[in-house]
């Protein structure tokens, strides 16, 4: 997802300075006339601004306050946004020690929107102290149609946790619905069609039609909210909420992580 997002603002006229762990990934960037750097520390050196979108809460640590991370080389009163998705609590303590290095944090997960049409847009949570907020906000609105600050640090992350409840759990039941639809010799990518324009119509649906047409699994379609689940739980138990359902999807989209493709 970074990909897209670094085109559109060094299609804007942007100076732009990238790192990415594959260098098969750095000399498309090249290709592109970004300037790409051997770790995250040289691509952000002075930086004002350093966005992340990268896979978890420990790419997040590492590519921030690792031995070459850029909080190490970011100019004092800079800014970190982090695209990715962890857990809250993780968040808020990644913020404060950015605050220990002169740096503002703000959380922004994002969510694809699949339109019917086959173009997608982006939405993103945005926490964080509300002055780094509006800094950041025009370079943002470069590539997501809509941004919704929610809060402190921390509070980004909270409604992803909740939007990815709603996704995965809607995955899960969409992939027990395949099962019975089977029972009636109705292929799953038919009832995703036939279902386009009723009451079960939603982004979710749109997101599986695209993938299986691509002939890709649900549970590989969905394995980001997947993952993001297992952070959902962790948080249900700390605050002692019994989310059965969330449990539910993760054994269901587990199973057909394992099952022969539909």
């Known amino acids: 997802m970074g990909w897209p997002m670094a085109v559109c603002v060094a299609s804007t006229g942007h100076s732009l300075s990238v790192y990415d762990s594959a260098p098969d990934k750095r000399e498309r960037a090249r290709s592109y006339g970004m300037r790409t750097y051997s770790d995250p520390a040289l691509a952000a050196e002075d930086a004002d601004v350093t966005i992340l979108c990268v896979k978890d809460g420990r790419a997040v640590d590492e590519a921030v306050f690792g031995s070459r991370g850029v909080a190490r ?59 780094a907020i509006t800094r950041v906000e025009p370079l943002l609105k470069q590539y997501i149609a809509e941004l919704l600050p929610v809060g402190s640090s921390g509070a980004g992350q909270a409604v992803k946790c909740c939007n990815q409840l709603i996704v995965a759990g809607s995955a899960a039941l969409w992939d027990s619905t395949f099962e019975l639809s089977q029972v009636f010799g109705i292929t799953p990518l038919k009832l995703l ?48 909420l019994p989310l059965t359902l969330a449990a539910d999807a993760v054994a269901q989209l587990e199973r057909a992580r394992d099952a022969k493709p539909i």
Do not use: Y
């Open 73 to 131: 080389s970011m100019a004092q009163g800079g800014i970190i946004v982090d695209h990715g998705t962890m857990d809250p609590d993780e968040c808020r303590a990644m913020a404060l020690r950015a605050q220990s290095h002169g740096l503002s944090w703000v959380d922004a997960p994002v969510s694809r929107h699949a339109l019917q049409n086959g173009e997608e847009s982006l939405v993103s949570w945005l926490g964080g102290e509300q002055a």
């Open 193 to 240: 069609r036939l279902l386009r324009n009723g009451a079960a119509g939603s982004p979710v649906r749109n997101l599986l039609e695209g993938g299986l047409e691509r002939g890709e699994p649900v549970a590989t379609i969905f394995a980001n909210a997947v993952k993001d689940l297992r952070t959902i739980l962790h948080q249900a138990e700390k605050h002692r």
